[in-house]
């Protein structure tokens, strides 16, 4: 089974970084949908299992590590929109001690950039200094259908071809930086882990990749549940996507 390695074997220990704990969600119940998406504006959806979501955070990983060059303590500027692979790219920098900011300010001191579609002029100029990658966000992540300026990754192109297993050179630790906010304090891999449990299957379309939405993500994942997360969301489709979806919590932006 692919996925993140777990750090430490034996006896059972309480989780104290993003990935022993998402290699002990696994454990208990690896088959369990953890990431649904919905696009209303292209009828997209997407649903995984996670052990489907272990498989692309450590494909996403081992691309940023052995192929990018990051090492633990580096910074992921972190520009995207509500869509899946948002909770993909927060999973991987973490399993590799990574900081993630969305803070535009942070551009200039950035060890790699991650964008969608909309940010790849802006970033495209960037490429020369520090490793871009560019989503396109297309439906089953398909690649670009256009060309890239130089120096652009397009991530769909090359993702597949990573290892289905991750194991960091350096593994985080507890105290290392994994959240940084714009103009405030960084949360650590441990508090992250802090985050309040969600047993359920919470339905929002707040961006898991905000200072505001990261609990979309960790809550129900940390708790045993599940995220539903809809962009451009219709608007009278909501009751009935929660009902079809057995939602348990909803969260609008």
């Known amino acids: 089974m692919g996925g993140i390695m777990p750090a430490r074997y034996g006896d059972p220990v309480p989780a104290s970084t993003f990935p022993d704990a998402l290699a002990e969600q696994l454990r208990a119940d690896p088959g ?18 996670l052990t489907t979501y272990a498989n692309w955070v450590a494909k996403t990983a081992g691309l940023l590590q052995d192929e990018l060059g990051l090492e633990r303590g580096g910074l992921v500027l972190l520009d995207l929109p509500t869509h899946w692979l948002g909770p993909v790219w927060l999973g991987a920098a973490w399993a590799m001690g990574l900081t993630v ?25 960037d490429a020369g200094r520090a490793p871009v990658v560019a989503l396109s966000l297309r439906p089953l992540g398909a690649p670009f259908a256009e060309a890239l300026p130089p120096g ?7 993702v597949l071809g990573q290892p289905d297993a991750f194991a960091a050179y350096d593994p985080p630790q507890p105290g290392d930086a994994a959240w940084q906010e714009a103009g405030g304090a960084a949360r650590t891999q441990e508090d992250l882990l802090a985050t309040d449990r969600l047993p359920g299957r919470l339905l929002t379309d707040v961006n898991p990749c905000a200072d505001a939405g990261l609990d979309t993500l960790l809550g129900p994942l940390l708790g ?30």
């Open 152 to 158: 652009v990754v397009d991530y769909s192109a090359v």
């Open 224 to 253: 045993g549940g599940g995220t539903v997360w809809v962009r451009n969301p219709v608007a009278d489709g909501w009751d009935r996507r929660a009902e079809a979806e057995r939602a348990t919590a909803t969260r609008r932006a």
């Open 101 to 125: 900011t969305t803070d535009h300010d942070r551009r200039t001191d950035a060890d790699v950039v991650v964008c969608g579609p909309d940010g790849v002029a802006t970033y495209g100029e």
């Open 32 to 49: 369990r949908p953890v990431v649904t998406f919905y696009d209303d504006a292209t009828g997209e959806r997407i649903e995984l299992s």
